[in-house]
């Protein structure tokens, strides 16, 4: 959780995309790390993506070398037959997650007046076209790599793309067919992803908040891994 947090709080240089959107000028300060806000969400919606993924799909992830072996970097992943219509929690799911997240609110539902009204209307808009995303373009069974996070202090040294070629590798592998793999990342992160995965589709959220301080419309990219032909066919081979 605090790994990820970190990395989604980010710093000056490196501050999540998506988040900065979601909270607004309103709500941001800087470095972002000492806005209570900031980590505030960031810290619940990390909390609850780890739970989902510790109930119904698994944790890959990258340790130090040397001194404490603290985890680095991890991915959250939800494996194929996990999701249904985009979703990682329908009803019958949120029942069975621990009570103290499902029926805690997230911070900005929960104080509307601390963080405004559009920050409210951004993230149902958020979730809404996410969710819709990934029903859209990944209705298949298929990898859904949920979160890839790295340490501020460990990023530019590869440790997210060798996460991702291990979800790569997974899905080639998977029986009796190989599947896809898919994300939803922000336009920053469009580049990274199209060395690997195809931008299927491109979706702007518009701002509910139209004044001239706003950060406009945010674009995301639904991005598709698909294993080569040859991989199957490299697969039978070993079968026999």
Sequence with gaps: VELATTAFVGTDKSAGEGLRWLLGPENRSSPPSSSDKTVDCVRYTVKRFTKTTFL?????????DEGTGQLVSAALLFPPGAITDGQ????????????S??????????????????????????????????AKHASC??????????????????????????????AQRAQPNSVPVYLECFASKGAYYSKWMEAVEQIEMANPDTSAESDGPLKAFAMVYKPPASAKEGRAEEDK
Aim: charged share 15%; hydrophobic share 40%.
């Design 101 to 134: 997240l499902y029926w805690e609110k997230s911070p900005i539902e929960s104080n509307p007046q601390r963080f405004g009204p559009h920050a409210v209307a951004r993230g149902k808009a958020f979730i809404s076209a996410l969710s819709s995303f990934h």
């Design 56 to 64: 119904w799909g698994c944790v890959i992830g990258c340790r130090e």
């Design 88 to 99: 990682v929690l329908p009803w019958y799911r949120q029942l069975v997650l621990d009570a």
């Design 141 to 170: 069974p298929h990898w859904y790599v949920n979160v890839l996070a790295v340490h501020p202090d460990h990023q530019g040294k590869g440790l997210g793309s060798m996460l991702l070629k291990t979800v790569m590798g997974m």
